[in-house]
């Protein structure tokens, strides 16, 4: 039987989180493809509630990935999101969803192999906790 | 009547469970509510009123009305055994008697060809209810005001009396003295018990508080609706929906569908309420119950005036389990009394 | 401060023309309870109190389809406790209450009764009457009575509450009591970041269980004001209208996140809640990050900015994958 692979979303900003995968891509660097992405303007855009949704419709976890801090294409979307990922991500955990089930990084339009590198921590981290049960509608 | 020493309710109970599925008072966590027996030691024949109404047992929050999958429409199976329910209030049971007017045939008359709700029908018409009188009413009970009492049948199959040593099973209704009549090995109730019932009922009637006469509520609301009075009574109402989620006879409810669209899922019926501005919400994006006064007025305008209109009763039945919950402390009672006092 | 005081002071309001309108406490309808009165001529001022169980934040009655109050012409006069002030702190902040048009007069809080701690005191017993003072509560019902201190029975929310008075005021009745220190005020929920994660989560979902979506924690929040709350949202519909548990938590934990260095801790959701529902333990635990990583107590200082609106460029980012 084959290795159970998770389903993660990846939620990219598109300035340059998505500018570093497409790099990742058209360099042709190898990274697991677990991940289905989810293309917005700017990680400032990403409301918790995205995230919360696509663990309830069965997501095994989520990405979420912007500019670097003082290279946000909106100047400060990215500073505004840090503030509202610094409070959701130990909310999270406090309820009792796994640490590494929710994730954020910052990949530049120029890290291609950034990109590859986190996708691949991501999704082994992922793999190590299993499928998600908790938050999972009719789980 | 039949006496059934309280060391052998269980007994009573068990035989019960063999045919029926029963529901009692139970505690769940820091609340009470009907919930089905497993065991009957779990029952708590203590639990006055229990905090969440057991509208649920006949009318769930969320009832799955079918499932489907692709164009399959697969029907839910549930427990094929009749609902017996055991422990409920007077008030309770004149409820579900109201609301088997609007889900099911109560209402239905020769000349009006009323639609009946089968997932309702299914549960209650099969039914039998036990309840209990009360013997301590509270002080934000006020059955009294809709002609009924703490001591009450009505609505009930079997009305169940606690003398103190034992439980008098006084059958109510057709069913009832049917179901009793079926019995074995229950001794029958003593002149003493019937002497204690009558006591009982004389005690509790006295705990009662003072009947508020609402004749002609129905007009005056009608009359009022567009009186500045609504400002007043609706002012501290914060709109939520406690008093309506716990209310024994609100029966609203909304529609939907969850699963992936088109391909596999469930259609689900779940509580809503005139409190909610969603309730009324319109395609355009209009509102007609658009401020928090509007609809407070509708919950009582449904009670106490479209309802007479349709079923010729008040929707309330004196519970008080909103006077308790209100999270602003906004008494049902005085709303009517308002109403009353107001010139019109 | 007497309940003469209070009522003398409402009606000089009234009668000066200062206010149009006091929005304070009356005398419920149940031993324990009281209830929002609107206060708009002299002689109804002598239907106001204040005590123990003055356990509703009024400055809800600013907020949602009454935001009108606040910016029409009439001028409103408010009673707050400590944590309504913060509330109304809040809001002046966010613009929705002109600080010129609100009269606020602050109350000495001792704490407010949570009367299912008092009913648990009486073993679920009825109550009949109810009195208390600053110090003691007692109660009286068939065939009983009881006399406790006020502290054993008081809510969570003010246990650990350090600003009983209020911060911001046009005049306070009595004399208002500096803050304390706020050390010590997230123990509970330190205990409960003790426990694994598994624990954690049986533990939410069993109390979340009970949630019957009432929204009576939304609803008499002075910090929720959306014009639509996303529950209400159906296109797209966000969540589930059930009470199934995935749902229930996503509305408590987003709604947590968007009271999120906008909550005052003040407790009336709780006290609402007619499931009893411990719903403060996230608030405080988001509370708890807010103050620890951004500094911010919420609604103490009109020139504060509210937490999640602000930024530093050089802030700890420990969360985020290195």
């Not at chain 1, 300035?15 to 493809?33: E, F, I, K």
């Not at chain 2, 139970?26 to 779990?42: I, Q």
């Not at chain 3, 650990?160 to 005021?169: G, I, L, Q």
Request: glycine share 8%; proline share 4%.
């Amino acid at each position: 039987m084959s290795e159970w692979q998770p389903k993660i979303l990846a939620v990219l900003c598109n300035w340059c989180s998505y500018a570093g995968a497409d790099l990742a891509g058209v360099s042709r660097m190898q990274y697991p493809p677990n991940i289905r992405v989810v293309r917005v303007p700017c990680s400032g855009r990403v409301d918790p509630l995205f995230i919360l949704k696509g663990l309830q419709s069965g997501y095994d976890g989520v990405l979420v990935s912007g500019c670097h801090p003082g290279d946000c294409h909106y100047i400060s979307g990215n500073y505004v999101a840090r503030r509202r990922f610094a409070v959701l991500k130990p909310l999270l955990e406090f309820v009792g969803i796994e640490p590494d089930r929710v994730q954020f990084s910052w990949i530049s339009a120029g890290e291609g192999e950034r990109f590859a590198e986190v996708v691949s921590k991501v999704t082994e981290d992922i793999k190590k906790i299993g499928p998600a049960k908790r938050l999972v509608k009719g789980a | 009547m039949i006496r059934i020493e309280k060391e052998r309710i269980d007994e009573f109970i068990r035989a019960l469970m063999e045919t029926w599925s029963v529901y009692a008072p139970a505690r769940d966590g820091k609340n009470t509510l009907f919930a089905p027996v497993e065991d009957p030691a779990g029952i708590d024949h203590g639990i006055f009123n229990t905090d969440k109404s057991p509208k649920e047992i006949f009318f769930p929050h969320s009832e799955v009305l079918f499932e489907f999958e692709g164009g399959e429409i697969k029907k839910v199976e549930r427990d094929a055994r009749p609902i017996a329910v055991w422990g409920l209030r007077g008030c309770d049971a004149r409820s579900l008697r109201l609301l088997d007017k609007v889900f099911g045939s109560a209402w239905q008359k020769p000349d009006n060809d009323m639609f009946e709700d089968p997932y309702w029908k299914e549960k209650y018409d099969d039914s039998i209810i036990f309840g209990t009188a009360c013997n301590e009413p509270r002080s934000t009970c006020f059955c009294n005001w809709f002609g009924a009492g703490p001591h009450d049948g009505a609505g009930m199959d079997v009305k169940v009396v606690d003398t103190g040593e034992a439980f008098i099973l006084d059958p109510v209704s057709e069913k009832g003295k049917k179901y009793i009549g079926s019995l074995k090995g229950w001794a029958e109730a003593t002149k003493k018990d019937v002497t204690k019932m009558k006591a009982a009922a004389k005690e509790a009637d006295k705990a009662m508080g003072e009947v508020f006469g609402m004749d002609g509520i129905q007009e005056k609301m009608a009359d009022l609706f567009l009186k500045p009075v609504w400002n007043d009574i609706g002012a501290k109402c914060v709109n939520c929906g406690a008093c309506a989620f716990i209310c024994s006879t609100c029966h609203c409810f909304d529609v939907q569908d969850e699963g992936k669209k088109g391909k596999k899922g469930k259609r689900i019926r779940i509580w809503d309420t005139c409190m909610f501005p969603i309730f009324t919400m319109e395609a355009s994006g209009h509102n007609p119950r658009d401020m928090s006064k509007d609809r407070l007025r509708q919950r009582f305008m449904h009670k106490f005036s479209y309802f007479i209109n349709n079923y010729d009763e008040h929707l309330c039945t004196g519970c008080g389990r909103c006077v308790i919950v209100c999270p602003v402390n906004l008494d049902i009672r005085e709303v009517v009394r308002e109403v009353m006092a107001c010139e019109a | 401060m007497t309940v003469k005081e209070l009522r003398e002071t409402v009606k000089s309001l009234l009668t000066e023309g200062k206010v149009d309108l006091v929005i304070g406490w009356g005398k419920g309808t149940m031993p324990g309870t009281s209830t929002p009165v609107f206060i708009d001529t002299a002689e109804k001022a002598d239907s106001l109190i204040f005590d123990s169980t003055c356990r509703n934040n009024l400055s809800v009655y600013f907020t949602k389809d009454r935001r009108a109050l606040a910016k029409d012409d009439k001028k409103i006069g408010v009673l707050v406790k400590g944590c309504d002030s913060r509330s109304l702190v809040l809001n002046i902040t966010e613009k929705q209450i002109d600080r010129e048009k609100v009269t606020i007069i602050g109350v000495p809080c001792n704490g407010v009764v949570d009367m299912k701690k008092v009913v648990g005191k009486v073993d679920g017993k009825e109550i009949l009457e109810f009195t208390d003072d600053s110090k003691k509560v007692t109660v009286k019902g068939r065939e009983f009575e009881l006399t406790f201190p006020l502290d054993e029975v008081i809510s969570d929310s003010c246990l650990t509450c350090v600003r009983r008075d209020a911060v911001e005021y046009d005049l306070f009745i009595g004399e208002a009591r500096e803050p304390g220190s706020d050390e010590n005020a997230y123990a509970e929920v330190e205990e409960f970041e003790k426990l694994d994660s598994e624990e954690r989560w049986e533990r939410m979902k069993q109390e979340y269980s009970a949630c019957i979506r009432c929204y009576a924690c939304r609803n008499v929040c002075p910090s929720c004001y959306c014009n639509v709350c996303f529950v209400d949202q159906n296109d797209p519909q966000w969540i589930g209208k059930s009470p199934e548990i995935t749902d229930t938590m996503i509305f408590h934990i987003i709604r947590n996140l968007h009271v999120a260095g906008r909550c005052v801790e003040c407790g009336a959701c709780e006290r609402a809640c007619p499931m009893d529902i411990k719903l403060l333990l996230l608030n405080r635990k988001v509370a708890k990050e807010v103050r620890d990583r951004f500094g911010s107590i919420t609604g103490t200082g009109l020139e504060n900015k509210p937490a999640m609106a602000d930024f530093k460029e050089d802030e700890n980012q420990d969360f985020i994958m290195g």
